[in-house]
């Protein structure tokens, strides 16, 4: 079956530590994103990808990096930089050249104790 | 840039009364508007598609959306809802000339019996 995978589910982090969450996709979509869902405030997007090695930051980048080796993985390194990461995670594709239309992952639900 | 405003961040409703979920989108035409559903604890899915093919979009679960310029609304409605329509529901629309996607801030659908 096509689709996006996100592992893990459920993540807990001490305060300090990096954390990465993992997305694949077996799509053959070009493009990748990445969101964060907090309460009240719909998806902002972090970071997004159009093509193998190569992404652009996007709304609320500020310590978050990721990496894209490979077409069909995208995976977000969440930093200690950042001050604020527990939220729920989305992972997006889609296919460029017109369609627009993004498909989204289960999510990761990041909690920092 | 495109924005997307929902109005009303709870909507409530008896089973089998309309739904209707607002959504106004910035004043120049985006190249596509979506409406997505999330389910509590998992990802975003499609719900329609407006590609300026046709002003009246029929989804999937008996949902249906209508393009309207002159007041800049892709409302989603419903004739008669169900218990299992209970959900967040999200407005998006393309932003132009880029593969990103602006969301709105969602608008939480409750149905009672």
């Known amino acids: 079956d096509g689709g996006i995978t996100q592992s893990p589910k459920y993540l807990f982090r001490k305060e300090g530590q990096n954390v990465t969450l993992s997305c694949e996709q077996n799509?053959?979509?070009?493009?990748m994103y990445w969101y964060r869902q907090d309460p009240g405030q719909g998806l902002r997007l972090i970071y997004y990808s159009q093509i193998v090695n190569d992404f652009q930051k996007g709304d609320i980048a500020e310590g978050y990096s990721v990496s894209r080796e490979k077409k069909e993985s995208f995976p977000l390194t969440v930093t200690s930089a950042q001050k604020n990461p527990t939220a729920f995670y989305l992972c997006?594709?889609?296919?460029?050249?017109?369609?627009?239309?993004?498909?989204f992952g289960p999510g990761t639900r990041l909690t920092v104790l | 840039a495109q924005s997307v405003t929902q109005l009303g961040s709870h909507v409530s409703v008896s089973e089998g009364a309309l739904v209707l979920l607002r959504c106004n989108y910035s004043s120049s035409v985006p190249p596509y508007l979506f409406w997505y559903v999330q389910y509590p604890n998992q990802g975003l899915q499609l719900l329609l598609k407006y590609t300026s093919a046709a002003t009246l979009v029929k989804g999937i679960n008996g949902f249906e959306a209508e393009f309207k310029k002159s007041e800049t609304s892709f409302h989603l409605t419903k004739p008669s809802a169900h218990m299992s329509d209970a959900a967040e529901y999200f407005c998006a629309v393309s932003e132009t000339n880029t593969d990103k996607l602006i969301f709105g801030t969602g608008t939480r659908l409750q149905v009672f019996p």
């Open positions: 799509l053959n979509h070009d493009a």
């Open positions: 997006a594709s889609s296919q460029r050249e017109g369609s627009d239309t993004q498909y």
